[in-house]
DNA sequence: CTCATGTATTTTGTATACATGGATTGTACT
DNA sequence: AGTACAATCCATGTATACAAAATACATGAG
């Protein structure tokens, strides 16, 4: 790991909420490896701030599970293994079909149009082969679908659930050959909640979840071999 | 607020973790209500401990939603609304019918067995008439479902849910005409996932959060118009 | 040569000190 | 009397200091 950890002074945010987002952000894009150690003194002087607001952050990223501590020892980031992602998956495929449930229910107009132009949206980005910008695209279409909801701890327990699958995602996207499977399954979501259809709009999110789970198994077999 | 908060050295968890706990049973239980503030140097002297130990649980309770941070001005005890009550309500509700659904498949021979002795212990606590207890048998019993799953995130997940409603168990509990109806729907989740039906287990499982969800939302509207 | 033991170093766990921003209170002026 | 402004206090945010435990390494005995 070199020195690609760097602060940056956005906001007024409190600097344990800084570091919170920084180590977060490190974890998940891979550049904090699973296992590696997390040293405060370490991590203090790279990110040119004192303990406290490490130790702080550590807390939290600890009770959101991308942490794990040793007692005495202290933290490292934690492992992926297939079980803890097949128990992440397991557990979105029924928030998801809960989600696109309660959006059928609730979606406004508004959202509904902007549900529209995401689809459109991600369609067209595909086509760019972007890999950074689909990614991007796709997470704008589900994040319109989630608030739709209207429901605050869904919003919350799905990113927090989301995060996992985080480093994965751009090899599920990179494959090409999915691209029309995407836009397939993310069509079908949508036209299910224009209708109003709970059944096939629920069937169709778990199916873009399994779809998902699949790819994100293969990758981590991959891994796994390659290791 | 009297000084009922003690620390309990039962264990060699790190003294954040043990403040943790305290804090946590304190909002749960109520003995810290809903808005109060948690200053740390009070809290410190209290408990006997420093400030650091305090925040850094304080950071775990914010993260786990029952405290909110105000800049500035420290952390308090978290409102707890009928929206924010129906929001969870209603993630519990999907989470504990995939719960169900899961433990069809999976539950062991023994922990059938047990799940029956919960049912049966739960039977008979419930003539005793001590809540205390019937709340534990209750507790005993849905936890047997949800280790069955053997999805450790499951766990996780509901136990995060499952505390925001700690506080109203009791009064749902107290409420004697409730009994026959809860113990038949324990019967009902019990026959369905001997049987491994999973749809009459789902709805076994949405009926007791249903039936659940009616008795808080009563008790919340009670505690409004008494204010 | 191997294993054990003791010491030194490193790192966490905890406490405390310092700085800053907000809130409160008091006073003066309108 | 009410409002505005200033001074003071208090709690948080951050940094640092101290203590205890664990690890690593070296030295010595078997």
Same mark, same amino acid.
């Given at each position: 790991?070199?020195? *690609?950890?760097q602060?940056?002074?956005?906001?007024?945010?409190?600097l344990? #909420?800084?570091v919170f *987002?920084t180590?977060?952000q490190?974890i998940?894009?891979?550049? /904090?490896?699973?296992g590696e150690?997390?040293?405060?003194?370490h991590?203090?002087?790279?990110? %040119?701030?004192s $303990?406290?607001p490490?130790?702080?952050?550590?807390?939290? /990223?600890?009770l959101e599970?991308?942490?794990?501590?040793?007692?005495?020892? %202290? +933290?490292?980031v934690a492992?992926?293994t297939e079980k803890?992602?097949?128990d992440?998956?397991?557990?979105?495929? +029924?928030?998801?079909?809960?989600?696109?449930?309660?959006?059928?229910?609730?979606?406004?107009? #508004?959202?509904?149009?902007?549900?529209?132009?995401?689809?459109? *949206?991600?369609?067209?980005?595909v086509n760019?082969? #972007?890999?950074?910008?689909? +990614?991007?695209?796709d997470?704008?279409?589900?994040?319109?679908?989630?608030?739709a909801t209207?429901n605050?701890r /869904?919003?919350?327990?799905i990113n927090?659930l989301?995060?996992?699958?985080?480093?994965? $995602?751009?090899e599920?996207?990179?494959?090409s050959?999915?691209h029309?499977r /995407?836009?397939?399954?993310?069509r079908?979501?949508?036209?299910?909640?224009?209708?109003k #259809?709970?059944?096939?709009?629920?069937?169709?999110?778990?199916?873009?979840?399994? *779809?998902?789970k699949? +790819?994100?198994m293969d990758?981590l $077999?991959?891994?796994?071999?390659?290791?």
């Open positions: 790991m070199q020195d *690609n950890l602060i940056t002074m956005d906001q007024f945010l409190p344990r #909420d800084v *987002n180590l977060r490190a998940l894009t891979g550049e /904090l490896k699973p150690r997390l040293m405060e003194i991590l203090a002087n790279r990110l %040119g701030v $303990r406290t490490i130790r702080e952050a550590i807390r939290k /990223l600890e599970g991308l942490v794990i501590m040793i007692p005495r020892r %202290g +933290a490292e492992q992926i803890s992602m097949n992440v998956l397991e557990v979105r495929r +029924a928030v998801d079909a809960l989600c696109v449930e309660l959006a059928c229910d609730r979606i406004t107009e #508004d959202e509904l149009v902007r549900l529209k132009e995401a689809c459109d *949206n991600f369609e067209q980005v760019t082969g #972007d890999i950074k910008q689909i +990614a991007q695209a997470v704008a279409l589900h994040d319109i679908i989630v608030q209207g605050m /869904l919003v919350q327990l927090n989301s995060e996992q699958m985080y480093r994965y $995602r751009f599920y996207i990179k494959d050959s999915q029309g /995407l836009i397939e399954e993310h079908m979501i949508y036209d299910s909640i224009v209708r #259809d709970k059944d096939e709009a629920c069937k169709a999110a778990k199916i873009h979840i399994d *779809n998902q699949q +790819a994100i990758q $077999r991959l891994e796994r071999t390659a290791r």
